[in-house]
């Protein structure tokens, strides 16, 4: 069995717990010992695989895979050939859910903007309960995500990733989803509204009334920046304090590329921005078209323009 899918159907089947019918507001920091609580809903069968994340239910409910980002081709033109990374996606996805009955748990936000639900599935597999997210993500057909108000078992999400990117199984041995440079901003901004990890030196730590800015470069205007609203540093003070601490380490960021003064990403939850001695390592591309600059240090509101070893996830309780 696969070191990455091995380490995913056991951990996923040491963990659940029994069935809840409220679900715990968890502090979503990663490393914190913590507790994966989840609504346990109806049990359903899958009768279409719609796409590498999104599954067509009997009660003709299409469900979104919140968690874990399946891979889509780069290429949107109209002469665009079948890309390996998706197709390898959709296939493990239907190996594990179509036709079969899944037991579907949510938490947080219930749909996304286009009215699928976000949930997690589960399926009996060899006589044991297995987490669809999970094993998507320790396949490497997936990467570790989440929507604003649905981060809701963000740190066992980002364990079962770990393995598939340490071993650079599935679409971590392509470069289309290599860790970016922070100092390559033409790249980036080339990325925009793609979903991307990104790593560098942090040069400055920033605070406003609205934001917290970690900025990557001398120039805010043009290098990488991530912001973080005051709300969310409210809601984790603890973590709060540790923002200043990062500059002069090198940080690893995830999440959509967006344009304010240069490439940015907006976190909406602590899991975005970690020390890179957080992180395993992975494949990573090279600071080529990197641009640098200098320039002012102080930070001004931007206009908005739209190796350490594994450890098992904690538990989840359904």
Same mark, same amino acid.
């Given at each position: 069995?696969?070191?990455?899918?091995?380490?995913?159907?056991?951990?996923?089947?040491?963990?659940?717990?029994?069935?809840?019918?409220?679900?715990?507001?968890?502090?979503?920091?990663?490393?914190?010992?913590?507790?994966?609580?989840?609504?346990?809903?109806?049990? +359903?069968?899958?009768?279409?695989?719609?796409?590498?994340?999104?599954?067509?239910?009997?009660?003709?409910?299409?469900? =979104?895979?919140?968690?874990?980002?399946?891979?889509?081709?780069?290429?949107?033109?109209?002469?665009?050939?079948?890309?390996?990374?998706?197709?390898?996606?959709?296939?493990?996805?239907?190996?594990?859910?179509?036709?079969?009955?899944?037991?579907?748990?949510?938490?947080? +936000?219930?749909?996304?903007?286009?009215?699928?639900?976000?949930?997690?599935?589960?399926?009996?597999?060899?006589?044991?309960?297995?987490?669809?997210?999970?094993?998507?993500?320790?396949?490497?057909?997936?990467?570790?995500?989440?929507?604003?108000?649905?981060?809701?078992?963000?740190?066992?999400?980002?364990?079962?990733? =770990?393995?598939?990117?340490?071993?650079?199984?599935?679409?971590?041995?392509?470069?289309?989803?290599?860790?970016?440079?922070?100092?390559?901003?033409?790249?980036?901004?080339?990325?925009?509204?793609?979903?991307?990890?990104?790593?560098?030196?942090?040069?400055?730590?920033?605070?406003?009334?609205?934001?917290?800015?970690?900025?990557?470069?001398?120039?805010?205007?043009?290098?990488?920046?991530?912001?973080?609203?005051?709300?969310?540093?409210?809601?984790?003070?603890?973590?709060?304090?540790?923002?200043?601490?990062?500059?002069?380490?090198?940080?690893?960021?995830?999440?959509?590329?967006?344009? +304010?003064?240069?490439?940015?990403?907006?976190?909406?939850?602590?899991?975005?921005?970690?020390?890179?001695?957080?992180?395993?390592?992975?494949?990573?591309?090279?600071?080529?078209?990197?641009?640098?600059?200098?320039?002012?240090?102080?930070?001004?509101?931007?206009?908005?323009?739209?190796?350490?070893?594994?450890?098992?996830?904690?538990?989840?309780?359904?």
């Amino acid at each position: 069995m696969h070191r990455a899918a091995k380490f995913a159907r056991l951990a996923s089947a040491a963990a659940f717990l029994a069935l809840t019918s409220a679900p715990t507001s968890l502090a979503q920091q990663p490393g914190a010992d913590e507790t994966c609580t989840l609504h346990g809903g109806p049990t +359903r069968s899958v009768v279409r695989v719609i796409d590498s994340e999104t599954v067509l239910l009997d009660d003709h409910t299409e469900v =979104r895979l919140i968690g874990a980002l399946a891979p889509r081709s780069p290429d949107l033109t109209p002469q665009a050939q079948a890309w390996p990374p998706e197709d390898a996606a959709i296939a493990a996805l239907k190996a594990l859910v179509l036709g079969r009955s899944v037991s579907i748990a949510t938490g947080g +936000r219930g749909e996304d903007r286009y009215g699928r639900t976000l949930a997690h599935l589960f399926v009996e597999q060899n006589g044991e309960r297995v987490w669809v997210q999970g094993e998507m993500l320790a396949g490497g057909h997936a990467r570790a995500y989440g929507l604003p108000g649905s981060y809701t078992c963000i740190r066992e999400l980002l364990a079962h990733e =770990r393995p598939a990117r340490d071993a650079g199984a599935g679409l971590w041995a392509s470069a289309a989803y290599g860790v970016r440079s922070a100092r390559a901003t033409r790249d980036l901004l080339r990325r925009r509204n793609s979903y991307e990890i990104v790593a560098g030196t942090v040069a400055k730590v920033t605070t406003t009334k609205a934001r917290t800015y970690v900025n990557f470069g001398a120039n805010w205007r043009s290098d990488f920046t991530a912001g973080i609203e005051t709300r969310l540093l409210k809601a984790h003070p603890d973590w709060a304090q540790t923002l200043a601490a990062l500059e002069g380490k090198r940080v690893e960021v995830r999440g959509w590329i967006q344009y +304010r003064n240069g490439p940015y990403i907006d976190i909406e939850d602590p899991s975005q921005i970690v020390p890179a001695e957080n992180v395993l390592p992975g494949p990573s591309m090279p600071p080529s078209d990197a641009m640098t600059s200098s320039g002012r240090t102080e930070q001004e509101a931007p206009e908005k323009e739209e190796r350490p070893a594994p450890e098992a996830p904690g538990a989840l309780d359904l």
